[in-house]
C-alpha cells in the first residue's frame, strides 16, 4: 500500500472512536485530512468540533461541521490527529505542520488522545525527525543557542526565503541531532526557557490510542 493509502486506512478507523453527540477535536496534516473526509459520512452525528489549525478548520466548515471555539467549549470526547514521530510509550513528536500550540491545547481538553499515523512513524526513541518548537521572534537566537548546549542544531524554519510565521504569530526553531530518552522532562525542562511558546514534544499529552497503519491493516496500540 502507498503512504496515501495508510492514511486513508487509519483516516477511516478512527471513526470508531468519534461519539455520536460529542465534540469532535480535530488536529492537523496529511494523514487528519483523510480523517475529516471520512468524517464527512458522520457529520449529521458530529454537533460540531474544535480544530487545532487555519486549515483544518476551512475542510470540516466545507463538509457541513460547525467548527467551534476552546474557549466556548468545557470538554471534547476525543481528538484525532496525526505524529511526526511516536514511540512505545504514546510520547510524541508534533509540529510538522506548525500547529503544535493549538495541537497541545485541544490535546489537555480532551478526554482522550487517539493517534493516527503510518508504521514508518514509531520509533524507539524520539528524535530523529527535527523537532519544531514554536518561539516567539525576539528569543530565536538565544533559544538556539541553549539547544546547541543540549547537543542540539536548531534553525528558524523559512517559507518561501523568510521565517515561517504560525497560525499564533510567531516562529518555528527545528532542532535536529537530539535524542529524546526522557520525554516527559526533556518537555517541561525546554517549556520553562523564556521565549518558547510550545515546545513539540507530546509527553504530558501523550496518546492514548496509536492506530497504526501497516501493509496489513491497522495495528491498535494503547498506552
Not at 483523510?34 to 457529520?43: D, G, H, M, P, V
Not at 516567539?136 to 523568510?162: E, H, N, S
Not at 526522557?182 to 492506530?211: R, Y
Request: proline share 4%; aromatic share 4%.
Amino acid at each position: 500500500m502507498t503512504q496515501d493509502e495508510l492514511k486513508a486506512l487509519v483516516g477511516q478507523a478512527a471513526l470508531q472512536y468519534v461519539t455520536p453527540g460529542e465534540i469532535v477535536g480535530v488536529g492537523t496534516g496529511s494523514t487528519v485530512n483523510k480523517f475529516i473526509e471520512a468524517l464527512a459520512t458522520l457529520k449529521d452525528r458530529v454537533p460540531g468540533a474544535v480544530s487545532s489549525s487555519e486549515a483544518s478548520t476551512a475542510r470540516l466548515k466545507a463538509i457541513g461541521i460547525p467548527v467551534l471555539e476552546a474557549n466556548a467549549v468545557e470538554s471534547i470526547g476525543v481528538y484525532i490527529d496525526g505524529a511526526d514521530e511516536i514511540d512505545g510509550q504514546g510520547h510524541m513528536i508534533k509540529g510538522g505542520g506548525a500547529a503544535l500550540t493549538r495541537e497541545k491545547i485541544v490535546a489537555a481538553q480532551s478526554r482522550r488522545f487517539v493517534c493516527i499515523a503510518d508504521e514508518s512513524k514509531l520509533v524507539a526513541t524520539l528524535g530523529a525527525f527535527p523537532l519544531p518548537v514554536e518561539v516567539i521572534p525576539m528569543a530565536t537566537a538565544r533559544v538556539i543557542r541553549q539547544f546547541a548546549a543540549f547537543g542540539g542544531q536548531a534553525r528558524v524554519r523559512l517559507k518561501d526565503g523568510v521565517p515561517l510565521v504560525t497560525d499564533n504569530g510567531q516562529h518555528i526553531v527545528d532542532v535536529t541531532g537530539l535524542k529524546i530518552s526522557d520525554p516527559l522532562g526533556f518537555e517541561s525542562e525546554v517549556n520553562q526557557w523564556p521565549g518558547v511558546v510550545t515546545v513539540g514534544v507530546f509527553a504530558h499529552q501523550k496518546a492514548s490510542v496509536c492506530l497504526l497503519g501497516t501493509a496489513e491493516g491497522v495495528r491498535t496500540l494503547s498506552f
